[in-house]
């Protein structure tokens, strides 16, 4: 696997607060980084950061040429368009060559072939959202950074998601999550954890879970370990 983004010492700064402290990370094709932490810790501006929507303080960001797609916690779609008339704009923007085949590819990943027809407005919160996802899905952009988005979500509808990253990982994309549920780590090859803008942790799953025995106890040792 090569790197296809990376920060290099990066931190980010709002006024005399700093949010994000002299973060490296390396991110490889092919390759899932859980990004953990507790409220506030910064993991959502670190996700801006990667995907270049707000530039660093300090330090340097290399990005693919292809751009990021960046799914927010929020879903974004717009809702007189049905899910396939969202992904079709989306496709277009991007410049997918094979439309139709990147729509069905993204539909199926996310479960929304049934309902593809329906405006995102008349689906469920869940719905919505896995429509969000499978706009990300259908994006050229080697990287996929997804902020939280299993939230609000029940289990199936999370399977769903999963099974979507899944599907980007086996095309080959990086994706990176972040999540307030420890037994979502296990879907990742690394953890990096955030605490008050430092990163406590970077490791494997199976070295995270060795900190504390198991995920919940491993977040309570590493929360606050830098203050």
């Given at each position: 696997m090569t790197d296809v983004l990376t920060l290099t010492q990066v931190s980010r700064r709002f006024g005399d607060r700093t949010v994000v402290r002299d973060v490296t990370l390396h991110i490889a094709t092919g390759s899932v980084l859980a990004l953990i932490g507790p409220n506030g810790a910064g993991k959502t501006t670190l996700l801006?950061?990667?995907?270049?929507?707000i530039p660093p303080s300090d330090g340097r960001r290399e990005g693919p040429a292809a751009g990021v797609a960046l799914v927010p916690q929020r879903a974004a779609a717009y809702r007189r368009l049905t899910a396939r008339e969202n992904l079709a704009l989306f496709a277009g923007l991007s410049g997918v060559s094979d439309r139709e085949s990147a729509i069905d590819a993204a539909l199926e990943a996310t479960g929304l072939r049934d309902i593809a027809d329906r405006p995102i407005a008349r689906l469920s919160a869940g719905q919505q959202q896995r429509a969000s996802i499978a706009a990300g899905l259908v994006?050229?952009?080697?990287?996929?950074?997804l902020d939280e988005p299993t939230a609000a979500l029940d289990p199936h509808q999370r399977d769903h998601v999963w099974e979507a990253v899944r599907a980007a990982r086996a095309a080959g994309r990086a994706v990176v999550f972040t999540t307030q549920l420890m037994t979502e780590i296990a879907e990742a090859d690394t953890v990096m954890m955030l605490d008050a803008g430092n990163v406590v942790f970077t490791g494997s799953v199976e070295q995270f879970v060795a900190v504390g025995g198991d995920p919940e106890a491993s977040f309570a040792v590493l929360a606050g370990a830098e203050s």
């Open positions: 801006s950061l990667l995907a270049g929507t994006s050229p952009s080697p990287v996929l950074l």
